[in-house]
């Protein structure tokens, strides 16, 4: 739940002053103290005994998946259906624990537990035996938990081998228990992040079970740590327990100072994309440096920690790019969807199987977006998803290699682009590699062929094709005027049957449909970048116009088309051997673009 509709589920005033009366049954000091170091320990417990009035259900079998992944990582990426309680736990619920339990859980990182709480030396210790227990006698796969599988198995296999490590450190070692000084929490704009820290503060002031486990929690602003100067606290920026908690929005600079001498140690990212900030490229890298720039340069040394949790608004959001990039390998990256083939649910007190039904019913298209973890087609844009290949499970692998050349002038800044793209494959199920891109601009014709002979030695390929159309043909001239032959041994296209929009569009059920894979170190982006651009004002085609020559070429059965002329060649076949010609001449699986 999050923005509006999570402000519209906070409890108001006169509900929260009935709480106050609220009291625990037959309460003793031992039942107390127990009570506070389960608490301690456990999110879970600690949500559903102080806030029952937002925790009302029995949860999800993920959500414990979320805590346990704050418990024992310091990167999380989590990408999952809306409605699903995500902010609830994460941007509300865990950040209360946090601040609740400050003081203790201080203690407990600087050794002296015993000092200050010695009450809870051993209820504690019960409470942790308890936790390592109960994670040993957790299922070791997923599956087991009833969760839904995921669209794509790969995504199933990673998040399996998380949660059996998981399993082990917390089954060994038991939770993490970490003390939090600075908690910032983001999301889309600054309205939409002070709804849950306002909705935290209004618990500290006025929720009675809290207060009388744990003492006058009223959250003030801590303007100086040593002298602790007491202000008024807003709801964007207050302070209890010793914990800060402060409120950005992605249209903020988000750089949260310190307190005292902290810098932050927990961000929870929650939904920080939306419609509005994801429309053009531009805004989306933006978003994106902000973001990586607050948690690479912004945490607390080896302390800091953060989750990004939030719903695919756009196929190159922040949390697609945090789950598909290379560079983002080191994160714990996390994907759930609401109902998989056989019926599971993944949040079947709150969405039952015949609820998830009835809304697909409804529009599946949207339900696909909101509930399935497929990032949506924006604005019947051609290119919408993007698939990926990891570059070591192939760079040893024999497949057909062709490398292919769209020539321009290349003479100013606004020129179009000079576009090599180096193509493998196909795969036995038609599936074709994109290798490597480079889009120059080089006036020089000389220098132009020297670079396109560099990249063609490079990449070695079976078959090098250069568009002789317009521009080609005028590279070549003047390099046989300068006595130099221009691209000997490439074989030249010299029309098109179709106009290059037209041939584009159709390019795009491939790709999107994952016919058409890139690198997942994202060393070809400008490429992609046209893709998911094509049809904006100003965006540049020749990397795709090259990729769609390439792709034609590269699935063809070597056979020559009318229109192309061969140079001369030194690659008799497009594969490497004569035997992958052979079976793939018999084979006849390779699917058109």
Not at 89 to 100: C, D, E, K, N, P
Not at 328 to 351: K, M, N, P
Not at 551 to 577: D, K, M
Request: hydrophobic residues 45%.
């Amino acid at each position: 739940m999050a923005g509006s509709a999570f402000w519209g589920a906070i409890e108001s005033a006169k509900r929260a002053a009935a709480l106050g009366a609220a009291r625990f049954p037959d309460d003793s000091p031992e039942r107390r103290w127990a009570r506070i170091a389960r608490a301690v320990v456990d999110s879970d417990f600690f949500h559903r005994t102080y806030l029952g009035h937002y925790f009302r259900d029995e949860g999800s079998p993920f959500h414990a998946l979320l805590l346990a992944a704050l418990q024992v990582d310091r990167r999380v990426v989590v990408r999952a259906p809306r409605g699903h309680s995500k902010s609830t736990l994460l941007s509300f619920g865990y950040l209360l624990h946090q601040v609740v339990c400050a003081p203790i859980l201080r203690a407990l990182e600087e050794g002296r537990l015993d000092v200050a709480f010695p009450e809870l030396v051993k209820p504690l210790a019960t409470a942790l035996a308890a936790a390592k227990a109960a994670a040993a006698k957790a299922p070791a796969q997923l599956s087991a938990l009833g969760l839904p599988a995921h669209w794509d198995a790969r995504v199933d296999a990673r998040m399996d081998a998380w949660w059996a490590r998981t399993r082990r450190v917390l089954a060994t070692a038991g939770p993490a228990l970490v003390w939090d000084p600075y908690i910032q929490v983001i999301a889309v704009d600054t309205a939409t992040a002070v709804e849950f820290t306002s909705a935290a503060r209004v618990e500290l002031e006025l929720n009675a079970l809290l207060r009388s486990d744990f003492g006058d929690l009223t959250p003030c602003y801590t303007g100086d740590w040593e002298r602790r100067v007491r202000r008024a606290a807003s709801d964007e920026d207050w302070e209890s327990n010793g914990t800060r908690v402060r409120a950005f929005g992605m249209d903020q600079d988000i750089r949260g100072g310190k307190h005292g001498p902290w810098r932050p140690t927990l961000v929870i990212a929650d939904d920080p994309d939306g419609e509005r900030t994801t429309r053009t490229l531009n805004q989306r890298d933006a978003n994106a440096k902000k973001l990586f720039g607050a948690v690479t340069y912004g945490l607390e040394g080896a302390k800091g920690r953060v989750m990004v949790a939030g719903t695919p608004h756009h196929p190159d959001c922040i949390v697609v790019r945090l789950t598909t990039a290379a560079a983002y390998a080191a994160w714990t990256q996390l994907q759930f969807r609401a109902l998989d083939e056989a019926g599971r649910v993944l949040y079947a007190s709150r969405w039952p199987e015949e609820a998830l039904q009835a809304e697909r019913a409804q529009d599946p298209e949207t339900f696909e977006a909101e509930m399935g973890d497929r990032p949506p087609a924006i604005g019947g844009q051609a290119f919408h998803t993007l698939h990926y290949f990891a570059r070591k499970d192939w760079g040893d692998v024999a497949l057909g290699r062709l490398v292919i050349f769209d020539p321009s002038a290349g003479q100013s800044e606004k020129s179009d682009y000079q576009a090599l793209v180096s193509l493998r494959g196909p795969l036995p199920d038609g599936r074709v590699l994109v290798w490597r891109v480079a889009l120059l601009r080089i006036g020089d014709p000389l220098e132009l062929v020297d670079a396109v002979e560099r990249f063609a030695e490079e990449e070695a390929p079976d078959l090098k094709v250069v568009e002789a159309i317009g521009i080609g043909k005028i590279v070549a001239a003047l390099l046989d005027a300068c006595n130099r032959r221009a691209f000997d041994g490439w074989e030249w296209v010299e029309n098109q049957e179709q106009g290059k929009d037209l041939r584009l569009r159709a390019m795009a059920p491939a790709v999107n449909g994952g016919q058409v894979l890139f690198p997942d170190d994202m060393s070809c982006r400008p490429l992609e970048r046209q893709l998911l651009e094509f049809g904006q004002p100003g965006v540049k085609k020749d990397g795709a116009d090259a990729l769609e020559m390439g792709l034609r070429r590269i699935r063809s059965r070597g056979q020559a088309r009318a229109e192309v002329r061969h140079g001369r060649r030194r690659h008799g076949s497009p594969f490497r051997s004569q035997a992958a010609a052979r079976a793939h001449d018999k084979g006849g699986r390779h699917g058109a673009v």
